[in-house]
């Protein structure tokens, strides 16, 4: 089980820090990853961090604003959202998977579990 949180209100420029929580044994073996939706749009790869190697992977539109990161010893993977725009507004949600390799962290069909969600809406 997954729970996701820390999204809120925040001007353009602003920042916020989302955490994931994981419930269940050997969090560590499991890649996480950060999608979004927008509303009227389709959910979109963010962020991802491998559970074997701690490797990380981006978006374009979220390379040197956000930093994905993980503490295995909480069972929490973070993801530091930075320099926010407008479009940057949209429910985030974090997903975790076993067995994925690199280039399948941003296919969002290959996550099992899934978190509620937490909102992020940035203001002009």
């Known amino acids: 089980q997954l729970q996701a949180f820390g999204g809120g209100l925040v001007q353009a420029g602003g920042s916020l820090k989302l955490s994931c929580v994981a419930s269940?044994?050997?969090?560590?073996?499991?890649?996480v990853g950060w999608f979004r939706q927008a509303p009227g749009k389709g959910r979109e790869f963010v962020a991802a961090a491998r559970g074997s190697s701690g490797t990380t992977v981006y978006a374009d539109s979220a390379k040197g604003r956000f930093t994905i990161s993980r503490d295995n010893a909480r069972s929490t993977v973070y993801l530091r959202l930075s320099s926010l725009k407008v479009e940057d507004t949209a429910v985030y949600f974090c997903?975790?998977?076993?067995?994925?390799?690199?280039?399948?962290?941003?296919?969002?069909?290959?996550?099992?579990?899934w978190g509620q969600g937490t909102q992020v809406t940035v203001s002009s």
């Open positions: 269940g044994r050997a969090f560590s073996t499991y890649s």
């Open positions: 997903a975790a998977g076993q067995r994925l390799i690199l280039s399948s962290l941003a296919l969002d069909t290959n996550y099992a579990y």
